[in-house]
């Protein structure tokens, strides 16, 4: 496995940025969250972005350090995602709380959140429970 996070990887588009928070699906696992959203193009690939709140961390040598831990994490278990998804996806990965984590408990967080990720992708319409009305 690849354990790189090359520029083809990343989310920069504003459109698909603004698709992502209008269109998206979430998942959260404390205190991480991803929203995320099929592709249109599958032939790009699946394209991450990262983000740290300004309320919670008012100096931005705070931010980044937050956004640094989480590009790493990603980089280190993509494998989890990339080898669970079928289709390309625009996914933004947020840190959502106060508290300042070590990177290994981030890093603990994020495999849950990818798994759990994963498991809703590829959960069959069969397998809900069906309602009759």
Known sequence: MNFT?????????RTAIGLLFS???????????????????????TKIGVSVSKKYFKKAVDRNYFKRVLRETYRLNKHLLLDNLDQSYSIMLFYQSKDRLSFEEINTKTIQLFEKFTAQINKTPDSEPKTES
Do not use: F
């Not at 996070?5 to 588009?13: C, I």
């Not at 995320?36 to 193009?41: G, T, V």
């Open 5 to 13: 996070y090359p520029k083809n990887e990343r989310l920069k588009s």
């Open 23 to 45: 269109e998206g699906k979430s998942v959260s696992k404390y205190p991480l969250r991803l929203v995320y959203r099929q592709a249109k193009d599958n032939s790009e690939g």
